[in-house]
């Protein structure tokens, strides 16, 4: 894994990662569309499987 960090859109997937006790790094504004919130997320296989798992 290369990169630190994944970038959710979702509201309902980064909610559903909360409440299976995975934490928010940093919550940002979508400069392309600002009515919407990109939630942040380390990345680890954890998280992936996870995210796997909820799809």
């Not at 290369?2 to 409440?19: D, G, S, V």
């Not at 954890?46 to 995210?51: F, S």
């Amino acid at each position: 894994m290369n990169k630190k960090y994944i970038l959710i859109f979702k509201p309902k997937l980064a909610r559903n990662l909360l409440r299976n006790g995975f934490n928010i790094v940093d919550i940002k504004a979508d400069k392309n569309n600002p009515d919407r919130t990109i939630f942040v997320f380390e990345k680890t296989r954890e998280l992936l499987e996870m995210m796997h798992k909820l799809s």
